[in-house]
Nanobody, 122 residues
């Protein structure tokens, strides 16, 4: 199983950024893919997840209405479109996969990517 994040960077407050997770080494349709983030000195928290087979999605309250998770089945990628970004969104963003990861709890996910840094300047 391999998960590779890309697309992080520096953006000004109020701006948008799209990050992507490319998955390989497992049957994509059988898994849930989640996005998580960890800011310095804070615990890792769930941002959003999608159950690939049903397209069911869920979001943390802090990002509802601002972030959108999407799937490209042809490319085995899961993107996170982030808008109206604030400095509080600054973190390393990780994608994770699990066949039963139907939750925003990080402990429910077995496989993790290396993370991509998102920095929002004020």
């Amino acid at each position: 199983v391999q998960l590779v994040e890309s697309g992080g960077g520096l953006v000004q407050a109020g701006g948008s950024l799209r990050i992507s997770c490319e998955a390989s080494g497992f049957t994509f349709d059988d898994y849930a893919i989640g996005w998580f983030r960890q800011a310095p000195g804070k615990e890792r928290e769930g941002v959003s997840y999608v159950i690939i087979s049903t397209s069911y999605t869920d979001y943390a309250d802090s990002v509802k209405g601002r972030f959108t998770i999407s799937v490209d089945n042809a490319k085995n990628t899961v993107d996170l479109q982030m808008t109206s970004l604030t400095p509080d969104d600054t973190a390393v963003y990780y994608c994770a996969a699990d066949p039963a990861g139907w939750t925003l709890h990080p402990g429910s996910y077995r496989y993790w990517g290396q993370g991509t840094q998102v920095t929002v300047s004020s």
